[in-house]
Structures are given as structure tokens and as C-alpha cells.
């Protein structure tokens, strides 16, 4: 397993070099566009910044270029050539920051965060930033002049949708962020951004909609397929901008209890399976990073306690669920419908989040959503891989019937340490995963 240097630089004064072994791999990134030297890149989130005068300083500006750099260095560097076992690579960083007292404070939970969220081993080297003479940047007056109250996360999937309803619903002033790489996904948070102002008007919310997609064809780049840092990125735009409008602002991420506990199905998932996107653990060692790095915003996952098809019944706006849930997009891999002859867009069903979706929609009574596949009427070989999530999901739920609560709780931590504050909240954990479960039962059966 080859170490990769990755030296992440957003000056061009920044001469900063490092020579390494001929076992090892080298790779120069710029979250900045510098002269002369090939993009790592394409984003448009330096010029919605602009445009929405969003300006983050010091330590929120390096969070930003830090978190550009861990997504791309995530997506260039494959797992099948450069990792162990063709999955976990090794990673050292050496990033300019404004401050090396407080980066130095967090490193070690930073290390551990992004080895937890990826599956490979992080080393992360600070050093100080080079500090342009003359520079200065004009203080806003107001940061804040359309008062947003709270930053909620919005991918365009069913969680996120519900989310926003319930916040507008309960009268929250909200600004959303989204991410989005691929068509089918700003098709979909355009269009469900569209009919929320339609619905509660233009002055009801603020979103952004970022997008980053690393160069894959550069020279030193070879493509990477999952994306499990993606997570960090998309926590990272959203605090910044809460943070940038007011450090009291509440940032939300909305996500059921299920998918963020992400249990995995079977033993062989412990890895490439298993995705840590908003596990508990994960979100609360991002918490303790930003504090430690001085960043005040509150962290709050509202639907940690529900599963999906709770979600869906308790929505505070039945109506509009109805009528746009077959809008929002939950599969891992829409694009891939047009292989089957249908336009891209259109959700697999037999994926995890789509047999959970499916789950919930059932328990919710809400139809009407397209999949490719209706797992129920047709159900996929074994040998398939469109049959593999199916048969894990009936094999984790046979055994499910007869493990005590003991031995539940030993399958939940197989995904992760969990962060609890009393015995109540530890059986919460089980309570929802339980559920989560037997919504997924109900709909295979």
C-alpha cells in the first residue's frame, strides 16, 4: 500500500514541497485556481460565494479549502490500485491554516473523523498559511440580513424534503444547502426548491446549491467510484455558511435513525458496504472538532430517533409530501436507469436506500414513486447484483428473530462506538434500528 502526500496549496507564493521515497506517490492539489497550473477541480462555490457575499475567515475559510481537498484526494485516488486489499488507502496531508495552535488542537479527532467516515488511515500535517501583504477584507455590516434562523442540509432526497417542510411549517426562518455532482441531482433539488417557494413563497427560505467534481483526467488523478468522503464536504458547506451568517445559528441535518446508525447486513459489509454518513459517532467527533476549533454552531440530526416511514407519517405537511415525494431521490445510483432503456433519474429499487425507501412509503401509504425495478412483483436473482441488498436484508432480518437485545446492540456497534449520555438513550439506538427493521419486514413480505 503506496502512501499518498497529498500537499494542498491556495497560494501561489506557497513554495511549500515535499520529497518522498520512490514506494511513494505525490500529489500537488490547489482548492484554489492558480496560474499556470492545471485545475484539481470544477467547482462553482467561490462564485456563489461571491455573489451571495458569503465570507468565511480564518478558521472557517481553512475548514473550506480543507474539506475541497479531503473530498477531491477521496475521488483521485483509487481504492482498487492504491489500497490495501484494494480498499483502505493511506493518506498524509499537509494543509496551510491560519491558525496552527487551534488546528493542532483538533488534529488527532480530525484524524480520527475522517479514518472513520473513509475507512483509511489519515495523517494530517499543519502549517502556516501564507498571509497576502496588504490584504484586508471588508467587514459586512450585517451578515445576516434576511435573518435565516437556522441552515438545514438538502440533498434532494425523501429525509431532507420532509426536513424542510417540517422547518418551514414550523414558521423557522431556513437557508438549505445542497451538493450535487451528478444531472439527476440538481434536477431534483431544483425542481423541489421550485415548488416549496411556490408553496410558502420566495421569502420563505434561502438555499445554495454547491457543486464540486474533482478532476479525475488529471495526470496524477486515477478515478475513485465510491465517494465516502463526500460527507465531510457537505457538513462542512453547511456550517460554513451558518456560521458565516451567525455562530448561533442552529446547523440541521436530517437524516432517519436507521440509515444513520447503518448497521451492516451481514459480516462481509463491514467496509465497502457499510457507509458512516451521519452515524452518531461521526457527527459527534465533527462536533467536537469544530469546538475545538472555536466554531460555536449547534449540531442537530431533529430525526436520529425515527425511522424513515415515522418521518413520513409525522411530516407536519401530508399534502405536499404527498404530491412531491415521487420528486425526491433517495438511490445511490438513478443515473444508471438509462442502461435499462428509461431516462436517467429514475431510482433502481433494489439498492439499500431504495428497499428502505420503499419500506417507509409502504408504512407512510404514499405511493407513486418510479423505480426501475418493483422488487416485489420481480424479485432479482441472488447472483445478481441487483439481487445482493435484497438477500441481505432477508438474511439480517431472519437472524434478527431470535438475537437477544444484548447481541443487537453488539450488531449496532459493529458499525461504530456509539456517543450516549444515559441507558435510556443507549435502548433509543435499538428501539430505532428495531423499528427501521421491521418496516423493511412488512415491505418484503
Request: hydrophobic share 35%.
Amino acid at each position: 500500500m503506496s502512501i499518498w502526500h497529498i500537499i494542498i496549496k491556495n497560494n501561489e507564493k506557497d513554495i511549500f514541497d515535499k520529497k518522498i521515497s520512490n514506494s511513494e506517490e505525490k500529489y500537488i492539489l490547489n482548492t484554489v485556481q492558480l496560474p499556470d497550473i492545471p485545475s484539481a477541480f470544477g467547482t462553482n462555490i467561490f462564485k456563489e460565494f461571491r455573489l451571495s457575499k458569503i465570507e468565511p475567515r480564518d478558521t472557517v475559510e481553512d475548514l473550506l479549502h480543507l474539506s475541497l481537498g479531503v473530498y477531491t484526494t477521496d475521488q483521485v485516488v483509487s481504492r482498487k490500485i492504491y489500497g490495501f486489499q484494494e480498499w483502505s488507502r493511506h493518506f498524509k496531508l499537509y494543509m496551510p491554516v491560519t491558525s496552527l495552535e487551534k488546528w493542532e488542537n483538533a488534529k488527532e479527532d480530525l484524524e480520527k473523523l475522517l479514518s472513520f467516515l473513509s475507512g483509511d488511515k489519515w495523517e494530517i500535517c499543519f502549517r502556516q498559511k501564507i498571509i497576502e501583504d496588504g490584504k484586508q477584507i471588508k467587514l459586512l455590516n450585517d451578515s445576516n440580513p434576511k435573518k435565516i434562523e437556522k441552515v438545514a442540509l438538502f440533498s434532494g432526497g425523501m429525509d431532507s424534503f420532509i426536513g424542510a417542510i417540517d422547518l418551514i411549517e414550523g414558521k423557522n426562518k431556513v437557508s438549505f444547502v445542497s451538493h450535487y455532482k451528478r444531472g439527476a441531482d440538481k434536477s431534483a433539488q431544483t425542481k423541489l426548491y421550485d415548488t416549496l417557494r411556490k408553496k410558502y413563497g420566495d421569502d420563505s427560505f434561502t438555499n445554495y446549491q454547491f457543486y464540486l467534481q474533482p478532476n479525475q483526467q488529471h495526470k496524477n488523478a486515477t478515478k475513485e467510484e465510491t465517494s465516502r468522503a463526500r460527507s465531510f464536504l457537505f457538513l462542512c458547506l453547511g456550517l460554513i455558511i451558518a456560521n458565516t451568517l451567525d455562530e448561533k445559528i442552529d446547523f440541521i441535518v436530517p437524516e432517519n435513525g436507521l440509515i444513520s446508525l447503518n448497521v451492516p447486513l451481514t459480516g462481509t459489509r463491514l467496509s465497502s458496504h457499510s457507509t458512516r454518513t451521519t452515524h452518531p459517532y461521526y457527527l459527534s467527533t465533527f462536533k467536537k472538532v469544530i469546538l475545538e476549533l472555536g466554531i460555536n454552531n449547534k449540531i442537530i440530526n431533529p430525526y436520529q430517533w425515527m425511522t424513515k416511514g415515522e418521518m413520513m407519517i409525522e411530516c407536519d405537511n401530508q399534502n405536499l409530501l404527498k404530491s412531491l415525494n415521487a420528486e425526491t431521490l433517495s438511490c445511490s445510483h438513478s443515473e444508471n436507469s438509462r442502461y435499462s432503456g428509461m431516462r436517467p433519474g429514475i431510482q433502481c429499487g433494489y439498492c439499500v436506500p431504495c428497499i428502505i425507501r420503499q419500506a417507509a412509503e409502504k408504512k407512510g401509504g404514499i405511493i407513486g414513486t418510479e423505480y426501475v425495478h418493483n422488487i416485489t412483483q420481480s424479485v432479482p436473482s441472488q447472483k445478481l447484483v441487483s439481487g445482493s441488498d435484497i438477500r441481505a436484508f432477508k438474511l439480517s432480518l431472519k437472524r434478527l428473530e431470535t438475537k437477544s437485545t444484548r447481541n443487537i446492540m453488539f450488531d449496532i456497534l459493529s458499525s461504530g462506538p456509539l456517543p450516549f449520555e444515559n441507558r435510556n438513550e443507549l435502548d433509543e439506538y435499538i428501539n430505532v434500528y428495531q423499528r427501521g427493521m421491521k418496516e423493511v419486514k412488512e415491505f418484503l413480505e
